[in-house]
Nanobody, 120 residues
């Protein structure tokens, strides 16, 4: 079984920083694209950042220059460093990965989410 587990969320004041982590585990053959999504209260889920298998990174405009996505392939882990956090960054953050499993044809895997709250 393949699963993704996020960690690192919490309560932070505006201007603060958090680093989210997402670890993939299970019978993995390869991991391709890895993404961070978020869903704010009353809003649709949106793509925040992605990193491809060749290291190409993309961000939604609202987080450019503040967030950095990275991955450690040896640890099957993707990170999201979030700096200069704003109240509008408050959301549940979800990890996504396109994974080729050894014993399954499933490609899309999601974590259960970690809550980030930016507030005074």
């Amino acid at each position: 079984q393949v699963q993704l587990v996020e960690s690192g969320g919490g309560l932070v004041q505006p201007g603060g920083s958090l680093r989210l982590s997402c670890v993939a585990s299970g019978r993995i053959f390869s991991i391709n694209r890895m993404d961070w999504f978020r869903q704010a209260p009353g809003k649709q889920r949106e793509l925040v950042a992605e990193i491809t298998s060749d290291g190409t990174m993309n961000y939604v405009d609202s987080v450019k220059s503040r967030f950095t996505i990275s991955r450690d392939n040896a640890k099957n882990t993707v990170y999201l460093q979030m700096n200069s956090l704003k109240p509008e960054d408050t959301a549940v953050y979800y990890c996504y990965a396109d994974i080729r499993a050894r014993t399954s044809t499933q490609r899309d895997y999601w974590g259960k989410g970690t809550l980030v709250t930016v507030s005074t």
